[in-house]
């Protein structure tokens, strides 16, 4: 379990699956399905999922990294399908984020 979550943080980008996840930690696809959910109750292909949006979200919030940049760094083909998932992830786009944390700072900084 440890070199899985150790593979995938490393690497969010890269195309995982089951079998290369299973192969590079010496396990099989059940033995590694098995002993996620049972650990963090969760598939791994889903925490795969879930990690790349937790990235996506500290990427976009606190960096001024592109949008495609950030696509490419956490494993979408474009922005717009980042967007996409992000928004059904969050209920929220990119931008809007990016957005909400400039006119935070700006307020902060104006009261002071």
Not at 15 to 20: D, H, K, M, R
Not at 42 to 55: D, E, G, L, T
Request: proline residues 2%; glycine residues 4%; hydrophobic residues 35%.
């Amino acid at each position: 379990m440890h070199q899985a979550l150790k593979l995938i943080h490393k690497d969010p980008g890269f195309n995982w699956s089951l079998s290369i996840l299973g192969e590079r930690t010496g396990m099989s696809s059940a033995t590694l399905v098995r002993h996620f959910q049972n650990t963090l109750g969760i598939a791994p292909m889903k925490y795969v999922s879930n990690w790349r949006m937790i990235k996506t979200y500290k990427l976009a919030k606190y960096t001024a990294t592109r949008f495609d940049i950030i696509a490419d760094t956490v494993g979408f083909s474009s922005t717009q399908s980042l967007n996409k998932a992000f928004k059904r992830y969050y209920n929220c786009s990119l931008s809007d984020l990016r957005q909400d944390t400039k006119n935070r700072v700006h307020q902060v900084n104006t009261s002071l």
